[in-house]
């Protein structure tokens, strides 16, 4: 039983999954997409902009959230990329950018708390990222009281002044709960590229919530918004002299103006977005009209450079465009938005050439002979040692199954490497490779993403290659069970001879049950993909608890807890890339049926900790069990 239901497992499990980006492109006015992603080790797009001059793009992007920062450089519409600068972590502060302007500078904004002071460093990049320079931000402090609730001050947006000056403007907020937008603190001006700020004075209350900051792209206007309405100290707001003086201006109906694009042939031409409709100032914001209606709310609006009636509108699941000033809208791109949307940039030298990026690797369809990688349920869960179903087309000219073992790295014609690691493969047909993910490909971490971004390849038949970028967690948990979904029933089997577990040999109290799992990640010693393991077999560096949960025998009453150490957690002796499981079921449990869940062992990075109630890390697969 349990070796048919694995072969069925590895061999046919499928789920239609799609690509992970976070940078796509289209040179056909958004009809059709290819994918652009630097790929690893980044996994954080913090910001994209072209250079107007040349079609440079210049990509902003972090291996983890607050991680070090690298500034990627591609000259050749994203088909290659190189990395110019690498800037150290830095901190809890993350990274801004501004520019480029005409002259092709870039200025890179970043938070220090070097020798205990925390301040701002400046980075002017030259030349394609050939050439940099970092200062620091004299002036730009973060220094005087705070509101009760706030925890500490940050720079939240650096934006870059007319082209072709080194005008930039700042904004630094006070932190209040978890939202660093919450309350406005300062805003900045500098003229000559950030070395040296002045702090400017918008006629608004201190902490004046939400600020927001647009510049004009050839004028002197800037636009400033926070709070919600006059009374409550906000407003939206313009100066046409560097922010020396201010006039409150209109919003329509008197809404707060969150997304404001600025023409770029006629900077006197305005549109926002006040929930799903989309308004039009051709007067500098003095007078506003509707003009239509989005589908659904948006967050962001861009306006093509060369061609005024056409629009672009980020909402949180769709990529949205107007070629007739707002009035009917298509859905270029839809994705799941599981990290936010995926924001439009056009080329200024090339109208039909659009750019798309997101913060996070999102799912996203682009064509047909796209490869997609699942582990066996069709999730996006992935491990080291872990199994991977991927689809696509044309991948073989025939349906091979592998031997006995040690797996192939070729069957069929086709192979996959995850970083150039080889991955053995166990089925192979024209629409889907089985393969199992190399050891040693995710080490762990404590940040966000948990992951690690690795470069599948795949290689068909017909000698095409198709890359995409994939992320590997240190685990990726699934118990083995009765058919392939999370709601079956497990495979458990009692330790001392290995019979089955069911109605007729329950689970008693006091006894070993074992499980066989998928997905537990690198063993100790390692072995490599593809092959049975030694004897005696290899474990987990890190075995997972094990917890006993009941529900309330009255209602309201409290959950009864009881976690215990896994008692053996590795390789599955004589077969390829399952995790066996030993544990006891603790004689102090009360007959009833518990919900049984294998948690991380991990706790805030620091491994081998104690098992005990409120002690654990996430739950890796739970399922229910009678105990007798």
């Not at 070090?68 to 801004?96: E, I, K, Y």
């Not at 109906?253 to 404001?260: A, H």
């Not at 690690?452 to 994939?470: F, I, K, P, Y």
Request: proline share 8%.
């Amino acid at each position: 039983m349990r070796m048919r239901t694995l072969c069925f497992f590895l061999l046919f499990a499928c789920g239609l999954a799609t690509a992970d980006t976070l940078l796509i492109k289209s040179i056909d006015a958004g009809r059709t997409w290819k994918d652009i992603d630097p790929g690893p080790p980044d996994q954080v797009l913090e910001w994209l902009k072209l250079d107007p001059r040349t079609s440079t793009i210049y990509a902003l992007a972090q291996t983890y959230l607050g991680g070090a920062g690298h500034l990627l450089v591609s000259a050749d519409g994203g088909l290659t990329w190189q990395n110019r600068q690498t800037f150290s972590a830095p901190g809890a502060g993350g990274m801004l950018a501004a520019g480029p302007a005409s002259t092709g500078t870039l200025y890179l904004a970043y938070e220090s708390y070097a020798d205990s002071r925390h301040v701002v460093v400046m980075a002017k990049v030259m030349n394609g990222g050939e050439t940099i320079e970092q200062y620091k931000a004299e002036g730009l402090t973060f220094d005087g009281p705070l509101p009760d609730q706030a925890s500490g001050s940050f720079l939240v947006d650096v934006v870059a002044g007319p082209a072709g000056e080194s005008r930039l403007y700042a904004l630094t907020t006070n932190d209040a709960s978890d939202d660093i937008y919450a309350y406005f603190k300062a805003l900045w001006t500098s003229v000559d590229g950030g070395r040296n700020w002045r702090r400017l004075e918008p006629p608004v209350k201190a902490n004046c919530g939400y600020p927001r900051l647009w510049a004009g792209p050839s004028d002197s206007s800037v636009y400033f918004a926070c709070g919600s309405t006059e009374a409550l100290g906000g407003g939206f707001f313009e100066s046409t002299d560097g922010g020396e003086s201010w006039t409150r201006i209109p919003s329509p109906n008197g809404q707060r103006i969150w997304s404001l694009a600025i023409g770029v042939a006629d900077p006197g031409t305005l549109y926002t977005i006040v929930d799903s409709s989309l308004w039009k100032s051709t007067g500098g914001a003095r007078t506003w009209r509707r003009v239509g209606n989005l589908p659904v709310a948006a967050g962001s609006l861009q306006l093509h450079p060369a061609k005024p009636s056409v629009l672009l509108a980020s909402t949180p699941t769709a990529l949205l465009k107007s070629d007739d000033g707002g009035e009917t809208w298509m859905t270029l791109l839809s994705f799941a938005g599981r990290y936010g949307a995926f924001y439009a940039e056009i080329d200024p030298r090339l109208p039909d050439t659009y750019y798309g990026r997101s913060w996070l690797r999102q799912e996203l369809r682009l064509n047909d002979r796209q490869t997609f990688a699942r582990n066996m349920l069709g999730e996006r869960l992935l491990a080291p040692g872990s199994f991977v179903s991927i689809y696509g087309q044309d991948l073989a000219n025939e349906t091979q199954v592998a031997g006995a073992g040690p797996l192939p790295v070729s069957l069929a014609g086709a192979t996959v490497s995850f970083n150039g690691q080889p991955a053995p493969l166990l089925f192979v047909s024209p629409g889907q490779i089985n393969a199992q993910v190399p050891f040693g490909l995710a080490p762990e971490t404590e940040f966000f993403p948990p992951t690690t971004s690795v470069t599948m390849e795949v290689r068909r038949a017909d000698g095409s290659v198709d890359r995409q970028t994939v992320g590997i967690s240190h685990s990726a948990v699934y118990i083995l069970r009765e058919n392939p979904t999370r709601q079956a029933a497990p495979l458990l089997f009692h330790t001392s001879d290995l019979r089955r577990v069911g109605a007729d040999e329950p689970v008693r109290r006091g006894e070993g049950i074992t499980l066989f799992a998928l997905g537990m990640g690198d063993l100790e010693p390692s072995i490599p993909a593809g092959v049975l393991p030694p004897t005696p077999p290899p474990q987990l560096p890190n075995p997972p608890c094990v917890l006993f949960s009941l529900p309330p025998l009255a209602a309201n009453g409290p959950i009864s807890h009881t976690a215990t150490p896994s008692l053996a957690a590795g390789a599955a002796p004589g077969l390829i890339g399952v995790y066996r499981v030993n544990l006891a079921v603790p004689a102090s449990l009360i007959p009833g049926s518990y919900t049984v869940s294998l948690t991380d062992r991990r706790v805030n990075n620091a491994s081998g900790r104690e098992c005990r109630t409120g002690y654990q890390g996430p739950t890796l697969d739970s399922f229910a069990l009678q105990v007798q």
